[in-house]
């Protein structure tokens, strides 16, 4: 299986060993699955995009599976939908690599690359994966807003930019001007957990996306938090 990465140059080597745990579970995916991409997934989507959305980490029987972000699970399904919505997109999503699925103005970046147990990586993974999801931010200039799926995601998109935590607090709906100057809006992962819980409903992650086109040609805002509208 051949993917090419949107962003060339910044993606990890197949066979990344900087998290021995994640490597473990690699192996053990490429004997069980041997027809699974099985390795870190790239970025997919336009590499002049307006809109980055970062992920938190390829699913097992989603992204690790199929190697493109969402790619074949619950999560995609709701994210594809959404961004179809807002005219992000152009073809259909059929859950497959090759379904013709184009995005437009809008990249997904995980901030970690590779598949970790039980969708938990650790802190040091995180770390780990960080070079590689700031030097992805750092190659695409024209991107001015940056929807975070989870908690995870969000800290990392603000660390990516020199921000200190504290300063930037992670909820549903929550908009930060970043020190870059570029807007992040905060998102409840669209995990089919957090769906079939209502915690995250369809209209609730659309009305994200709703404030991140408003936010599009805007250039002014706050380092802190203000609620989304």
Not at 58 to 87: Q, S, V
Not at 108 to 124: E, F, G, R, Y
Not at 176 to 183: E, Q, T, V, Y
Request: proline share 8%; charged share 20%; glycine share 10%.
């Amino acid at each position: 299986m051949k993917i090419d990465s949107p962003l060339p140059g910044t993606e990890p080597p197949r066979d990344c060993r900087r998290c021995p745990r994640l490597v473990g579970l690699r192996a053990a995916c490429r004997a069980e699955h041997p027809d699974w991409w099985n390795a870190p997934v790239y970025a997919f989507g336009d590499p002049d995009a307006w809109l980055a959305i970062a992920g938190l980490a390829p699913g097992k029987h989603g992204a690790n599976r199929t190697g493109r972000p969402f790619t074949g699970d619950y999560a995609g399904d709701l994210l594809f939908e959404t961004l179809a919505a807002f005219g992000l997109s152009r073809g259909v999503y059929d859950g497959r690599i090759d379904d013709g699925l184009r995005l437009d103005g809008t990249i997904i970046v995980n901030s970690v690359k590779c598949l970790p147990p039980q969708n938990k990586p650790t802190p040091a993974e995180i770390a780990a994966c960080r070079p590689y999801f700031e030097g992805q931010l750092a190659a695409l200039p024209q991107v001015r807003v940056l929807i975070a799926l989870g908690r995870i995601a969000h800290d990392a998109a603000v660390r990516a930019v020199g921000g200190r935590l504290a300063a930037y607090r992670f909820a549903h709906g929550a908009v930060h001007r970043l020190p870059d100057g570029r807007h992040l809006v905060d998102s409840y992962h669209c995990s089919r957990y957090n769906t079939n819980t209502g915690r995250l409903t369809p209209a609730m992650f659309a009305d994200v996306f709703r404030t991140a086109v408003a936010l599009r040609d805007q250039t002014s805002g706050r380092n802190s938090s203000t609620t989304a509208r």
